[in-house]
T-cell receptor, first 113, second 114 residues
Framework: TQLLEQSPQFLSIQEGENLTVYCNSS?????LQWYRQEPGEGPVLLVTVVTGGEVKKLKRLTFQFGDARKDSSLHITAAQPGDTGLYLCAGAYSGAGSYQLTFGKGTKLSVIP | GAGVSQSPSNKVTEKGKDVELRCDPI?????LYWYRQRLGQGLEFLIYFQGNSAPDKSGLPSDRFSAERTGESVSTLTIQRTQQEDSAVYLC????????????FGDGTRLSIL
């Protein structure tokens, strides 16, 4: 069973602060996706990273894929209340069942105005 | 444009009853997934359909759980003889084939077993 650890599990910060969320595995991902989920809704894809060392930016969000493709991070600059939600990373592993995504338990972010 | 549609949005039922959850995927998406999300948890893979291939049922937690999909259309997830531990949000997602393809999720069915 592939395990994907996310940290921290909960994060409460003031508007304007910066934060980083981490996603780690002992196995190598073929690709990794980050999703954001709001209460009562399904997750929505933010980004997919494929290449080791890759960095992608989405406005104030910066996503980084580790060189060894075993870890990833999401950094939010100057957090806004609209960033509040559950952030999920999901990894795809090579080989049999590679269409499956293994999801982390998520980081629940609260941005206080 | 239609996204993934799930019904019902909420379902409350008594322990021991059978329930059927429905998922309408995005047209053209050959891959369809069912997940379970318990309160405060991540997504737990249940089953995967791709076209007319045999489904991957490796995530189904017990033989009380089953799912069907006809071709590339609607899918139903059935839970027989429900137990209280079945209470969760059941999410359906569809995508084009490929692990890098984004999965498009419905808003889920919140199932509560009394």
């Amino acid at each position: 069973t592939q395990l994907l650890e996310q940290s921290p599990q909960f994060l409460s910060i003031q508007e304007g602060e910066n934060l980083t969320v981490y996603c780690n595995s002992s196995s190598v991902f073929s690709s990794l996706q980050w999703y954001r989920q709001e209460p009562g809704e399904g997750p929505v894809l933010l980004v997919t990273v494929v290449t080791g060392g890759e960095v992608k930016k989405l406005k104030r969000l910066t996503f980084q894929f580790g060189d060894a493709r075993k870890d990833s991070s999401l950094h939010i600059t100057a957090a806004q209340p609209g960033d509040t939600g559950l952030y999920l990373c999901a990894g795809a592993y090579s080989g049999a069942g590679s269409y499956q995504l293994t999801f982390g338990k998520g980081t629940k972010l609260s941005v206080i105005p | 444009g239609a996204g993934v549609s799930q019904s019902p949005s909420n379902k409350v039922t008594e322990k021991g009853k059978d329930v059927e959850l429905r998922c309408d995927p995005i047209s053209g998406h050959t891959a369809l997934y069912w997940y379970r999300q318990r309160l405060g948890q991540g997504l737990e893979f249940l089953i995967y359909f791709q076209g007319n291939s045999a489904p991957d049922k490796s995530g189904l937690p017990s033989d009380r759980f089953s799912a069907e999909r006809t071709g590339e259309s609607v899918s139903t997830l059935t839970i027989q003889r429900t137990q209280q531990e079945d209470s969760a949000v059941y999410l359906c997602a569809s995508s084009f084939v490929g692990s890098n393809q984004p999965q498009h999720f419905g808003d889920g069915t919140r199932l509560s077993i009394l």
